[in-house]
């Protein structure tokens, strides 16, 4: 089945500089990558998703690449502010999203001030 | 986007007792998934229920431990069977809405603590 990893599991960066958060996954058939950001006691929720059919896509500060070829594919957070603090997940879906998402292990950032 | 409600949003257990978990949605939804976070952890599927039929359970999740009933298109609930202190996570019902083109919608989530 796919395998999703993620890295780093833990992010500091100051006020003001990007971040940026790898994922990789096993499963040539996934076609959808969705990131969730869940901050403490809070329910995860969609930042940002991506399909096969494109190499990147932005919304403001956050953006996502997708590399097919090597499997993997990143979130870039620029401009960063302290409400960027939380939990984020990646994720692989294919076919028939929803019952077939693997989430990755999860990254915390922290955004110093 | 749908909006999901869970209950109980927390609840301290003992040992050996089971809780039931209900989730409903705003809007009629094919399938409902439920997760499990463990404290500090990923989200893992438990399973798949689609109303009118049998849950569809992930591996490592057996019915008998997590009964799942989704007696219409808007509800469902998740029982945690005879729990130990390994039960103590958070549980999450979650919604995929039609048109959202995948995009997974969940529920606040529910804390169980089992001592």
């Known amino acids: 089945g796919e395998n999703v990893e993620q890295h780093p599991s833990t992010l500091s960066v100051q006020e003001g500089d990007s971040a940026v958060i790898k994922c990789t996954y096993s499963?040539?058939?996934?076609?959808?990558f969705p990131w969730y950001k869940q901050e403490l006691g809070k329910r995860p929720q969609l930042i940002i998703d991506?399909?096969?059919?494109?190499g990147e896509k932005k919304d403001q500060r956050i953006a996502v690449t997708l590399n097919k070829t090597a499997k993997h594919f990143s979130l870039h957070i620029t401009e960063t502010q302290p409400e960027d603090s939380a939990v984020y997940f990646c994720?692989?879906?294919?076919?028939?999203?929803?019952?077939?998402?693997?989430f990755g292990p999860g990254t915390r950032l922290s955004v110093l001030p | 986007s749908a909006v999901i409600s869970q209950k109980p949003s927390r609840d301290i257990c003992q040992r050996g007792t089971s809780l039931t978990i209900q989730c409903q949605v705003d809007?009629?939804?094919?399938?409902m998934f439920w997760y499990r976070q463990q404290p500090g952890q990923s989200l893992t599927l438990i399973a798949t229920?689609?109303?009118?039929?049998?849950?569809?359970?992930e591996s490592g999740f057996v019915i008998d431990k997590f009964p799942i009933s989704r007696p219409n298109l808007t509800f469902s609930t998740l029982t945690v069977s005879n729990m130990s202190p390994e039960d103590s996570s958070i549980y999450l019902c979650?919604?995929?809405?039609?048109?959202?083109?995948?995009?997974?919608?969940f529920g606040e989530g529910s804390r169980l603590t089992v001592l």
């Open positions: 979650s919604v995929e809405q039609a048109g959202a083109g995948g995009e997974l919608f």
């Open positions: 499963d040539s058939a996934s076609n959808y």
């Open positions: 991506i399909r096969s059919n494109v």
């Open positions: 994720a692989a879906s294919w076919g028939n999203y929803g019952q077939n998402f693997v």
């Open positions: 809007s009629q939804v094919t399938m």
């Open positions: 229920a689609n109303q009118g039929s049998e849950a569809t359970y």
